[in-house]
């Protein structure tokens, strides 16, 4: 297990630099990201993503995740984050426990902006999800999707296993039966 791992506030602080040194320039080839620019992060965990988004003065910054543990150490992080800012009128982001499919754009409205990272793999029926999220896009709005690859050392998230030998397996997840039945 890494630090990152069982420190949560280290790891919303790599998220912040993350987002804003590679995912906030790629979306910025694709749109402007300004004070109009309603967010949506679906799986924002504590909300590290949402830092550079806030950064920016975003007109409304929104996370969503079902861990009620990270909703509320988001917002405590976020707190802290905001203590240690100049003097500015930024405000956290609204961070909610919620499950995209109970939600609705009647009451959540639309976005400029709706982005995922490394969250797509937790969501059950995914060719349902894509369809779903899309009406929750402003017409003219973007998605970021962003996913570890599977094919990489750590897809499987094996290095959250608190066992030294699993955590240093790579690509358990490659076996040539399921590990489960569907």
């Keep these: ?21 590679h995912v906030l320039p790629f ?15 679906i799986g924002c965990g504590e909300g590290g993503n949402l830092v550079p988004f806030v950064e920016r003065g975003c007109r409304e910054v ?3 995740d079902l861990a009620r543990d990270k909703i ?7 707190q802290n984050w905001l203590a240690n800012q100049p003097q500015t009128e930024r405000s956290a982001p609204r961070l909610e426990i919620c499950n995209i499919y109970d939600a609705s ?3 959540w409205g639309t976005f400029d902006l709706i982005f995922m990272r490394d969250t797509l793999e ?17 017409p003219t709005g973007k998605f970021y999707l ?18 030294r ?3 240093k397996l790579p690509y358990f997840h490659l076996l040539p039966r399921p590990l489960y039945a569907r």
């Design 1 to 21: 297990m890494q630090l990152r791992h069982t420190q949560r506030e280290t790891y919303f602080s790599e998220q912040a630099a993350t987002t804003r040194k």
């Design 27 to 41: 979306i910025e080839r694709h749109m402007v990201i300004g004070p109009e620019t309603r967010v949506l992060e």
């Design 62 to 64: 929104i996370g969503m």
């Design 72 to 78: 509320k150490n988001g917002q405590t992080f976020f």
């Design 105 to 107: 754009p009647t009451d």
């Design 122 to 138: 937790h969501i059950h029926d995914q060719a349902r999800f894509m369809a779903f999220v899309h009406s929750f896009l402003k």
């Design 146 to 163: 962003g996913f570890p690859p599977w094919q990489n050392p750590f897809g499987g998230h094996q290095q959250m296993c608190r066992s």
């Design 165 to 167: 030998l699993l955590s």
